[in-house]
């Protein structure tokens, strides 16, 4: 009882880092999108909120749409793992990978907005490759499985790729 106690702490711990830079990477948007910014600040009259309330929410949202974002891509490689080695248990070691290159990228885009003034649409184009292959390393350090890895990486780039073709579908119209 005690341990998987200490165990649900650590996880909790471990998330904190990812939840902070999708919070930060949020309000970095917002700073740089002035429509966003404006939208937000009407919502804020409409629903009558202190800045204090609102920002509250705001965060509130921020972090359940990451766990969303997580929860679903850790789904769907999981799927992936099916067709791979199921001598070894992976749910840690890409759940790990998952959070950790996910924090890692988020803070490089911090990072890359911020002090080399690259704009987002240019960011959001070498994210998602960034994040790529900082999974994979993680992933394939953490467990050696050449196959796993693979099978992880053509989920991955099949994710980013449906998302590439969806953001040039959306700038077409």
């Known amino acids: 009882m ?15 880092p990812y939840f902070v830079s999708y919070i930060l990477l949020f309000y970095q948007y917002l700073v740089k ?9 009407r919502l804020q009259t409409i629903l009558d ?15 359940f749409g990451s766990i969303l974002i997580l929860l679903f891509i850790f789904l769907i ?18 759940f ?5 290159a996910m924090t890692i990228t988020n803070v490089a885009v911090l990072f890359l907005n911020e002090y080399i003034s690259l704009n987002f649409k240019v960011i959001s184009s070498i994210s998602p490759l960034f994040d790529l292959i900082t999974f994979s390393l993680l992933y394939y350090s953490s ?3 050449i196959k796993n ?3 992880l990486i053509i989920g991955k ?16 119209r």
């Open 2 to 16: 005690r341990k998987s106690i200490s165990n649900s702490l650590l996880s909790l711990l471990f998330l904190a």
């Open 33 to 41: 999108i002035k429509t966003a910014q404006s939208q937000l600040k």
């Open 49 to 63: 909120l202190s800045d204090l309330k609102f920002n509250l929410g705001v965060m509130i949202l921020v972090v």
């Open 77 to 94: 490689l999981k799927f992936f793992l099916l067709f791979g080695d199921k001598s070894v248990d992976t749910d840690k070691d890409l």
């Open 96 to 100: 790990r990978s998952l959070v950790l």
């Open 143 to 145: 467990t050696k499985n």
């Open 149 to 151: 890895s693979v099978l």
């Open 157 to 172: 780039g099949i994710l980013y790729l449906s998302n590439l073709f969806y953001l040039i579908y959306v700038n077409i």
